[in-house]
């Protein structure tokens, strides 16, 4: 979503700005903005479309001054124009904006009344013609952007800029995340890490309801009821935070290489090498669980479908799962006895932050298992679990969605063991088993050639169709998610089981369907459900083993994949269903890693 910046440096701040909206980037690039102050005086400069198109702008009109607020835009209200663009800017006020002012309509009819000329159609244009009309009755610039604050509904993480201040930024927090830089003689406010890495490594977090007032001595914050607080000053990896492609095309082939080092990783973490035991110190003992919830958006969710057959099958536990921008909204029944589970990349999912709110205080425990160990999400989860896979700049979730399917893993296995429905030889054999997925990922990874192949095929289509059973029907679903996001094609996932209550009605020659079926206990229904796609003229694309492939009869496509423990199944077809939603992409000509209307971290509702 959207990425917001200040600085109050010592240098020209512009090219500054520039370079981290660029960290930012991955937030939303439906268009760009720097504002300034530079001999007292603001000024803006703004472009649609991706951050280049600003830069651009800049090099024929150049932003001086060494105070200054950026904004990289994911539009929610009105279109992506230069119009709509921030930094909005009214007579001596700028102000950057990442969320949703919830009550913009009465407040723009009240000011459009007292005769304010709106000049976009956002929510946000409304804080700056407040904030400017309470400087217009006499209050400091403090003073305003409080009273403003205090009128808005919604969510927001702000920065203001005022005319004639070159020392001095207001931020605010309320639903959005925002961080505070500090360096030498210089302050900062970001949307993230990222974002701060390369100026400085400490940062403090706003809390909900906190603003703060910036100057280069230093940064003076206020909570929601505006008593001045200390909030603490974490030292952040700044390795960790660095981003690169580092030689790849992509951000997304990058990250979908670095699978077998981070699956390696998490193993590391998680996995103690001496014992025979998943090492998760959660304080979380599941023995005394009477039930899991597990709560996520996206990818994210699919991975928990996934985690809801190993729970059940390892564990014995019953398990919930749910959409979290469904959940937040619903009743559901609780009880002390539940542990649930939230996952996040970012950690900083608007509707996944909503659902654990939902359940603070009502179950036994909330985990979060999340890439941001400092997100809100971390933050205000009873256990957080981090998914250490690194920084994810790729809009579409790839080595995120593999670590958490891992974690989720340990997990179940913890869940099982902490219950007694697990022989210790039994987890034993299945950490081993886990042990070997970055080999067998490896293997797979190197098999490009042949995803490319198919890809170029279903790159022609307009439609395609994912059928899976068991563990490979969410992961059907998560290769459908990965190629509509990023090709643009419409995929559809469904229950092999399901094909007959409706889709097979789409089957012809033109719809080519891609079948996830290892070579496991459910493989002969698989096919039987595939031989009713091919009885009908449907192109089918077979993920198999060999063993499978023998058994399965002439398809039009087949990849075989090495033959792996069922434990590892999900890691081993997660990554050719990525690999052939990049390539159909590649084959497209689209934006792999900045793919139409999306963005990285869903920070709005
Ligand atoms: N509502 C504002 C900001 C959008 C945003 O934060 N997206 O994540 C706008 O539409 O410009």
Redesign the pocket.
Known sequence: ??GIIGILGSHEVAPVILDALRRLEY??Y?SAGIATIHEGRLELRRATGKLMNLSDVLVCEPLRGKAGIGHT??????APSVE???PHRSGRVAVV?????ENFRELREELSAAGCRFA?E???EVIVHLTDRHLGMGLGPVEAARATLACLKG???LAFLFEGEGDLLIAARHG?PLAIGHGEGEMYLGSDAIALAPMTNRLTYLEEGDWAVLTRQGVTIHDSQGSPVQRAITVIDVENARIDKAGHRHFMAKEMAEQPSVIKAVIDHYVAEETEEPAMPLGVDFATADRVVMVACGTAFHACQVAKYWFEQLARIPVEIDIASEFRYRDPVLGEGDIVIVVSQSGETADTLAALRHVAGRVARTLAVVNVPTSSIAREADVVIPMHAGPEIGVASTKAFTAQLLVLLLLALKCGRDRDRMEPGHCARLLSDIRSIPGFMSQILDREADYERIAEVLGECDDVLFLGRGVMFPMALEAALKLKEISYIHAEAYAAGELKHGPIALIDKGLPVVVLAPRDGLFEKTVSNMQEVMARHGPVVLLTDAEGAAGAGAVSHCVVLPEVPEVVAPFAYAVPAQMLAYHAALARGTDVDQPRNL?KS???E
Request: net charge neutral; proline share 0%; with cysteine.
């Open positions: 979503m959207c937030r939303g439906d835009r994911w539009a929610t209200h009105g709509n663009a921030h904006h990442n969320g949703i002012i976009s956002t929510d946000t969510a927001f993480a959005s963005a869903v920070t709005v």
